[in-house]
């Protein structure tokens, strides 16, 4: 059964440094999404994409984030320069048409040494 | 008001018991909505994926929606203790809404 994979499961950063996150959707999806997930509290939606542009984006997505299809399968979310208060896990997620359901990746897990 | 409203529990029943979850919205302008499972430190997993008033079955599993009340439910029937994990409501608009997940426990 396709599934969406996330690489790395654990990423381990410093303060102010950058991180890119990998998402590689279901291979006949178009809509892509990135959320996260604040250990302890609800998932939050932060951004969509589709057609190469982002459709909606939360308020928590600022300028410190950004999100890129660089080749035909993988969808990235890069976060700029890192706070403490990005520590969270990060799931992606796709879906094959508006208003189907949508599939979540296993997450990437952000930490700070 | 928030958009969605689930009571995070935690909730605990004993092995083959009846579980009700639910959750309230107050955006008329979603039409679809989701069930995910979610355990812990994993990805939320889709469960039950409905669009219109009334029940859906899958199994152990029944969806249902009111969409005059703005109220859906899940119903998980001879619970399991496989079944222990979060349970997330998740409706749509424009973006996708999570409730803040149920935390269920089934106690063999």
């Known amino acids: 059964e396709p599934e969406v994979t996330q690489t790395p499961s654990h990423q381990v950063t410093q303060m102010g440094q950058e991180v890119i996150l990998r998402c590689v959707p279901i291979?006949?999806?178009?809509?892509f999404y990135w959320y996260r997930q604040i250990l302890g509290q609800k998932v939050e939606f932060l951004v969509s994409?589709?057609?190469?542009?982002?459709?909606?984006k939360s308020e928590i997505f600022d300028d410190q984030f950004s999100v890129e299809r660089p080749d035909g399968s993988n969808f990235t979310l890069k976060i700029r320069s890192t706070k403490l208060e990005d520590s969270a896990m990060y799931f992606c997620?796709?879906?094959?048409?508006?208003?189907?359901?949508?599939?979540f990746g296993p997450g990437t897990r952000l930490t700070f040494t | 008001q928030k958009e969605v409203e689930q009571d995070p529990g935690p909730l605990s029943v004993p092995e083959g018991a009846i579980v009700s979850l639910n959750c309230t919205y107050s955006?008329?302008?979603?039409?679809?909505f989701m069930w995910y499972r979610q355990y812990s430190r994993k990805g939320p997993e889709l469960l039950m994926y409905?669009?219109?008033?009334g029940n859906k079955e899958d199994g152990r599993f029944t969806a249902q929606v009111d969409k005059s009340s703005k109220y859906i439910s899940l119903f998980i029937r001879d619970s399991q203790p496989s079944d222990s994990a979060t349970y997330l409501c998740?409706?749509?608009?424009?973006?996708?809404?999570f409730g803040t997940g149920t935390s269920l426990t089934v106690i063999p």
């Open positions: 997620a796709s879906r094959r048409q508006p208003n189907y359901e949508q599939y």
């Open positions: 291979s006949n999806h178009l809509y």
């Open positions: 994409f589709y057609n190469n542009e982002i459709s909606e």
């Open positions: 955006n008329s302008a979603f039409q679809y």
């Open positions: 409905t669009y219109s008033s």
């Open positions: 998740a409706m749509t608009g424009n973006q996708f809404y």
